[in-house]
């Protein structure tokens, strides 16, 4: 490997200089209207544009679609610096191509990423990727929204549901059955979100206001064959490998926001007195920024570490399931005792620990839950062979 200058062994001066870049983007375009935004329940389009401009939704795809191959420590500084704005509704939502457009680069037809890419890479076009039903979202080989072949179309029946930036996208990368039972009969469609026969209801949630959420209803929707994403009924191995690389990108958000809760308890802990004292000069506080500190640090650790082996061609599935876990459970302690450290204001809307405390559960749910997350990490590890 060779030898890297940057502030540590993994980041080069390029990805130091990449993140300063990154950092007044974010500072200047998204931070200052964060507030607002969740308030009104939205971000505007723009963004995407903005966003594309700095060439962020091309970054990690290959060359050959129009994409920007980097290594994956470029896209942990990209979600990391991101999430400094303190909303992972604007994350999740700015970022749903980074779900919904890998199948697209890997397994559409070459017409079709050209069609579909460069509009998703400019910001023209919102991708997002819908697998989960109202049936059930952990139990993917169960799924039941069919679609079935009729001369130069598939016809799609069913629901989807909880889809990030489900009401506004314009490409819905869309699991499907189109065989039998199991992953087996399961296929990727890419469906155009004007389609006939698609409607959508957006839905209200704990957190993440600002992206939107929404369910999605088939009724003999037809779609193009020609937007069938590989052969059909070989969705299992594209699906499989998306939730590898959300699990990592989930984990950097959950590490970046318990940061953040981190951050702001400490300033608050020096600043606030209380019984005569600075509040970190109470041993009970100062020893819950430890605790807090010492899972961060953990979870650096292994992002890092993780980071480093997918670029050498691993594919650590258990490993990377597990990192999900950590990497949750570190936000969830971080926003719990930093809102606890910052008394009666963390329970105010406007502190960042606020947000992030409603925002956590999300995390731990979302792209696969904890429980589904042992589960493949045991199984993964050959344990029940
Ligand atoms: C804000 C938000 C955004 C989302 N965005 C998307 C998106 O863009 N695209 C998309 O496809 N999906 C999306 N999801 C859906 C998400 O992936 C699912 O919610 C998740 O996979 C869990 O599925 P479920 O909600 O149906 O829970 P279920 O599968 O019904 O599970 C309920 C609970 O039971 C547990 N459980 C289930 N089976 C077992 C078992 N065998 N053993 C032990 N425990 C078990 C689960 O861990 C979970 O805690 C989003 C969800 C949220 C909340």
């Known amino acids: ?21 990154l950092r007044r983007f974010v500072e200047k375009e998204i931070t200052p209207y964060v507030s607002d935004w969740e308030d009104a329940g ?27 191959p980097v290594d994956g420590f470029y896209q942990l500084i990209l979600t990391e610096e991101l ?35 460069p509009r998703i890479f400019s910001g023209e076009s919102i991708s997002a ?10 139990d993917v080989a169960s799924l039941r929204t069919t679609a079935v072949r009729d001369g130069e179309n ?18 819905l990368t869309t699991a499907v059955r189109t065989g039998g039972e199991g992953m087996g009969g399961v296929s990727l469609l890419l469906i155009p979100g004007d389609s006939p026969g698609l409607s959508k209801t957006e839905l209200k949630k704990m957190g993440w206001w600002c992206s939107d959420t929404a369910t999605l209803h088939f009724d003999d929707c037809r779609v193009p064959a020609r937007y069938l994403l590989g052969p059909e009924n070989a969705g299992c191995m594209g ?19 318990a940061k953040l809760c981190f951050d702001e308890a ?14 970190i000069r109470h041993q009970v506080i100062r020893h819950k920024l430890v605790d807090m500190q010492t899972a961060i640090q953990g979870a650096r650790a292994t992002l890092e570490d993780l980071t480093w082996r997918v670029d050498q061609g691993e594919w650590p599935v258990a490993e990377v399931c597990m990192m999900k ?61």
């Open 1 to 21: 490997m060779a030898v890297r200058k940057g502030t540590s062994r993994y980041y080069t001066p390029e990805h130091d200089a990449f993140r300063k870049t």
């Open 42 to 68: 939205r971000f505007p389009r723009e963004l995407y544009r903005k966003a594309a401009d700095l060439g962020l939704l091309a970054m990690g795809f290959p060359e050959a679609v129009g994409g920007t």
């Open 83 to 117: 999430c400094r704005c303190g909303s992972g509704g604007i994350v999740a939502g700015l970022m749903s191509h980074g779900i919904g457009a890998p199948p697209i680069a890997t397994l559409g037809s070459p017409a079709l990423q050209h069609e579909v890419l």
């Open 129 to 138: 990727l819908a697998i989960s039903e109202p049936g059930g979202g952990s």
């Open 154 to 171: 598939y016809i799609v029946n069913g629901e989807k549901t909880f889809i990030t930036s489900g009401m506004r996208a314009d490409y």
């Open 239 to 257: 699906i499989m490998q998306n939730f590898n690389n959300e699990r990592l990108f989930i984990a950097v958000m959950a590490w970046a926001f």
């Open 266 to 279: 400490l300033a608050w802990a020096k600043d606030r007195t209380t019984f005569g004292k600075p509040l």
């Open 325 to 385: 876990n950590r990497a949750t459970q570190c936000m969830e302690l971080c926003a719990k005792e930093a809102v606890q450290i910052l008394g009666g204001l963390g329970y105010m809307q406007g502190s960042i620990s606020e947000r992030v405390y409603r925002e956590t559960k999300v995390l731990s749910i979302g792209g696969g839950a904890e429980e589904i997350m042992k589960e493949l990490a045991a199984r993964q590890s050959g344990w029940l062979a």
